[in-house]
């Protein structure tokens, strides 16, 4: 279902989360949950995967994430300051110590030439420290999609260093 490189990746996320005593938990947008299905692939996952919120709607961002409506407003829904309240907001939601949150543009439609198609903000929220970053892949929808959820397990592991 995945690539191999995908899933040694989430196990070293996990096994790196468990070492610590740690749990993660996403808040997806255009990845729509496949962040959660590449995880919850991995074998003994449940000790350290908890759970996501698929907020794929801005209103789901705001009314079940707390997404402040000014900041999707002023921003839009591919920004840093929205993935970095939703892992924020999503650790506290689902009691966890790290989080990673996605919103982009997977395409093929959406982009604008202010954000083209492939952008995509990544924001990771662990131990109380927030940082985001801002990609633009290429390749189809699933590509895009498959990237995202690549880069956000490769940025939590940075940040765990």
Do not use: P
């Given at each position: 279902m995945f690539s191999e490189h995908l899933k040694d990746i989430a196990v070293s996320l996990g096994n790196t989360l468990t070492e610590r005593r740690m749990t993660l938990c996403t808040a997806e947008s255009c990845t729509g949950g496949l962040a959660g299905a590449v995880l919850t692939a991995v074998a003994g996952s449940s000790r350290w995967f908890r759970g996501g919120v698929i907020a794929?709607?801005?209103?789901?961002?705001?009314?079940?994430?707390g997404v402040d409506a000014a900041v999707l407003q002023q921003h839009g829904a591919v920004s840093a300051q929205v993935v970095e309240s939703m892992a924020a907001r999503?650790?506290?939601?689902?009691?966890c110590?790290?989080?990673?949150?996605?919103?982009?543009i997977a395409g093929p439609d959406g982009g604008t030439p202010q954000k083209p198609v492939g952008t995509v903000w990544i924001g990771w929220h662990c131990q109380q420290k927030t940082a985001s970053r801002v990609?633009?892949?290429?390749?189809?929808?699933?590509?895009?999609?498959?990237?995202?959820?690549?880069?956000?397990?490769?940025?939590?592991?940075?940040?765990?260093k």
């Open positions: 794929y709607a801005n209103d789901v961002k705001q009314h079940i994430l999503a650790c506290r939601l689902l009691q110590t790290a989080g990673i949150a996605v919103s982009g990609f633009l892949f290429s390749g189809n929808r699933d590509a895009v999609r498959l990237q995202t959820v690549e880069q956000g397990l490769l940025g939590l592991m940075e940040m765990l």
